[in-house]
């Protein structure tokens, strides 16, 4: 094994313990069963898996495989994996590279409009440009793709793929820009052909994803070999995909867009807006802004029957539906955005009344909308992630990996794994000595014990630490509203970058290179805590992480749902998997930001005395081992600036 390892493994040296992620990947390939690895941030999974999977396939005993990301970022780290995998081993094999249709498109390249569409829009556009419903159609399309079949001029641009491949997303858009080609029609005509596949979680997950593209390239669901990167947000992204909401700034903007467009929608519009506000203004008479009140199922649809008369308000959707369709084409002709809140609107009822009442809780909220007008919402969220397992259930192998995936059993459990599995827990491969965790035990943002005089202390005890470590730092707190009573009290030189709801990573990143010492706040679970590298030529650029409280999940009505549903599925377990696990792996993702390689040095402060308590036997054993809790804070800072004098 050892020779085949070598022939496949592109670089000089292995990182510690990684020879045991490809044996344990390859077995799992070799077998046809599930593996869950969890392996730490910056210990080479991603090449891992890739190494294992062609050694399993020059042994005849794997099939295609299927390589899935959160991120572009992510799957431009498997990509460049593959391009050195393939350098090195001479092997000459196919991959073929899915990102966004919408990152990808020429037009939308070249078109504003395009570029601010919401991707579901951009579907619709996509797919009425290539059917010639406009603007004469797609010349990209029409290039690559003529009579279902492929043109000349895409067959000689897959020939020279098939041996230049895996490109880059960008590299990719240039060539087909060379030959003007659709670069995401070449890319489906690749994955005949090709060994490896690296897309996002949908090419998977949808069913209708599945169909149009796995399905069209005659590749069988189980003879994929599935690769599930940062597996720990899967549970999240599978109810995610059937949860929706709909605001009065879309209902507002489809009742213009009915008087505009003269569209007889029998009242629905007017009818669905009273039922949004009448509910909005329940949710906040019974919890003011922003928490969700629980609503019966049918108390919208009643309601629309009611207000409209109507007997078959799902008859009346699909009409909508098309509709909107004829007002998306209407508003491109005239130089607008192909975008229609009619056709919206309806698809948000369509799906409410087949949304399924055992998995599913459906619910209103207030939003504090500024110094304008109050926004109102309903949604629906489902519960139950196990429409993953249904599909890794079929797969041939799946390997879920990630740097917080401790909880095997939760993930088998909530997921509905059935097939036989294995699992490998990698200890940190990063010198113990390189990081210090600190607990500041005299604070807490225990929801009983919040108030301004906590706030002030917690801000005052940031402004201290802070001002100890000399370097960047990221501070993340369980919400928003907790992070604003802080922030606000903590007067400091450090210039700050405050993550927003509509923050974007590159800026961060540049924020981070552009100052040698700095501060970025953000939430747990959000944009700022998981999934980012914020790294620098393989070293972390952050001196410091500090966590504000434990990201619990916050006490809610739909959670309190969440917690009875699994409380019926899951037993004793329920709360366990509702709210420990939870709050654990977006810790855990929070503090993981810090060290990603064998030369990073840093500082930890989880500041909350809960942690110290029941809480820490909970923790995974990387962390426990290494926590000092401190009940008096002139302590935590001098330890603090000891260890900042080894710098």
Not at 91 to 102: E, R
Not at 537 to 551: A, D, F, N, T, Y
């Amino acid at each position: 094994m050892e020779r085949e390892i070598l022939k496949f493994f592109p670089y000089g040296k292995f990182r510690p313990y990684q020879k045991e992620a490809i044996l344990f990947a390859y077995r799992i390939i070799s077998k046809g069963i599930v593996g869950l690895l969890n392996s730490p941030c910056g210990t080479g999974k991603s090449v891992s898996v890739l190494t294992a999977f062609f050694i399993a396939k020059s042994n005849h005993s794997a099939g295609k495989l299927f390589v899935l990301t959160r991120t572009r970022s992510q799957l431009e780290i498997f990509c460049r994996e593959l391009k050195g995998i393939k350098q090195h081993s001479g092997k000459n094999f196919v991959a073929s590279i899915l990102t966004s249709k919408q990152e990808i498109c020429p037009k939308a390249k070249d078109d504003e409009r395009l570029k601010k569409l919401s991707y579901h829009d951009f579907i619709r556009y996509c797919k009425d440009i290539k059917e010639m419903k406009l603007n004469g159609g797609c010349e990209y399309y029409t290039n690559t793709i003529e009579r279902w079949r492929l043109t000349s001029r895409a067959q000689y641009a897959l020939l020279r793929l098939k041996v230049i491949s895996p490109l880059l997303p960008d590299e990719l858009y240039n060539f087909c820009k060379e030959f003007k080609l659709c670069p995401h029609e070449v890319s489906k005509a690749l994955m005949p052909y090709s060994e490896v596949v690296v897309g996002n979680y949908n090419y998977i997950l949808s069913e209708a994803i599945r169909e149009s593209i796995i399905s069209k390239a005659k590749i069988k669901i189980e003879g994929i070999d599935c690769v599930f990167d940062e597996a720990h947000s899967l549970p999240d992204y599978a109810t995610g995909m059937f949860s929706d909401e709909l605001s009065t700034i879309t209902v507002d903007r489809a009742l213009k867009e009915a008087e505009e467009f003269r569209i007889d929608d029998y009242g629905f519009i007017e009818a669905l807006d009273h039922v949004v506000r009448k509910l909005g203004l329940e949710a906040k008479h019974h919890h003011k802004f922003d928490e969700e009140h629980l609503i019966e199922k049918d108390r919208v649809i009643m309601e629309i029957r009611k207000l409209t008369g109507l007997n078959d308000v799902s008859d009346l959707c699909e009409k909508l539906i098309l509709i909107g369709e004829s007002v998306r084409l209407s508003k491109l002709e005239k130089g607008g955005r192909p975008t229609s809140y009619i056709g919206r609107c309806a698809e948000f009822v369509y799906s409410w009344i087949n949304a399924n009442n055992k998995s599913h809780v459906f619910y209103s909220l207030a939003v504090k909308n500024g110094d304008k007008e109050d926004m109102y919402r309903i949604g629906f969220k489902c519960m139950d992630p196990s429409i993953a397992g249904n599909i890794i259930n079929q797969l041939r192998s799946t390997i879920l990996m990630s740097g917080t995936l401790w909880e095997f059993q939760y993930y088998i459990d909530v997921l509905g794994i059935r097939k036989t599995y294995e699992a490998l827990n990698l200890p940190s491969p990063f010198p113990r000595e390189n990081r210090l965790i600190l607990v500041d035990r005299t604070v807490t943002t225990k929801y009983e014990k919040r108030s301004l005089e906590e706030y002030y202390k917690i801000a005052e005890h940031l402004k201290e630490i802070t001002k100890n470590i000399p370097g960047r730092i990221a501070i993340y707190f369980p919400s928003y509203e907790v992070a604003n009573n802080i922030i606000r009290s903590m007067n400091t030189n450090i210039p700050i970058l405050k993550e927003e709801k509509d923050t974007n990573i590159v800026e961060v990143l540049e924020f981070l290179k552009s100052k040698d010492r700095c501060i970025i706040t953000g939430v747990a679970r959000g944009k700022i805590s998981e999934g980012v590298d914020m790294t620098e030529e393989g070293r972390s650029l952050l001196l410091g992480v500090i966590v504000v409280g434990l990201p619990y999940p916050k006490k809610t009505e739909i959670h309190e749902a969440l917690r009875a549903f699994y409380k019926t599925k899951f037993g004793e377990n329920a709360v366990k998997y509702s709210d420990e696990i939870p709050c654990i792996n977006a810790l855990a993702q929070s503090i993981g930001r810090l060290i990603r390689s064998q030369e990073d040095k840093g500082i930890i402060v989880l500041m909350d005395r809960r942690v110290s308590g029941r809480f820490k036997s909970k923790l995974p054993e990387d962390i426990r081992k290494d926590i000092k809790g401190f009940k008096k804070f002139k302590n935590l800072i001098e330890t603090l600036r000891k260890f900042t004098a080894t710098f």
